[in-house]
DNA sequence: CCCTGATTCGC
DNA sequence: GCGAATCAGG
């Protein structure tokens, strides 16, 4: 396999969204995530500037982003789910969320989504935007969507590498682990981690 | 343990 | 230029 000019097109499209070397390895076949990785390397790509040409030019020193222009207002959101403490305290409360349909560029197979979740104000394109963080509104909805498709399993269902988060009421027969792959050491999966770990700001004291 | 990207170096 | 092996995090 060669690097064609689709493939490279692929792979720098891919890249730009955010796609890790594995996931575009696996998608144009016949190359190893080192392949992929190798050849952002010699694309000269490997961080994620690329984009606005600009090349070469001044390269001194990085503009601190003291702000991010972010008009996005927060839709409050309704945040039942604990935030790790210290080292205990465990969750164990789920409200019933109406889990909204979170679309993206990916594949979508069939899905009727007929609420559409405005976000994003603008109605400009909206490229893939890195975005600092803000990770509560979205890591929310995605709880609330991995919440539908979890695998549910009980308690000796889960292993080294699956969601430990629970869901539901541990007193009644709605109870289960969230159970989807885990990632890297950590004991949720993506989505979970995002919820666990808050970033220490936000919201000072809630509302009671 | 699983994953990520980064780098090296023989080809 | 290519990518497996290796390195260095998480």
Redesign the pocket.
Known sequence: ???SDERVETLKRMWGEG?????IAKELGG?????V??????LGL??RNGGAGSAGASAASEAPASETPKPAPKPAAKPSKPAAKSASAHPAKADPAPAPEEDKAEEAPAAPVTRIKPIIPAGQPLPPQPSTNEIDPKALAKVSEVEKKAKKLSLMELT??TCKWPVGDPATDDFWFCGLPS???KPYCEAHVGVAFQPMSSRRDRRR
């Open positions: 396999m060669s690097w796609q890790s070397a594995s996931q190359v190893t995530r080192n392949a990785i190798g050849k952002v390397h010699r490997s961080n080294s590498r990632q890297a050491g």
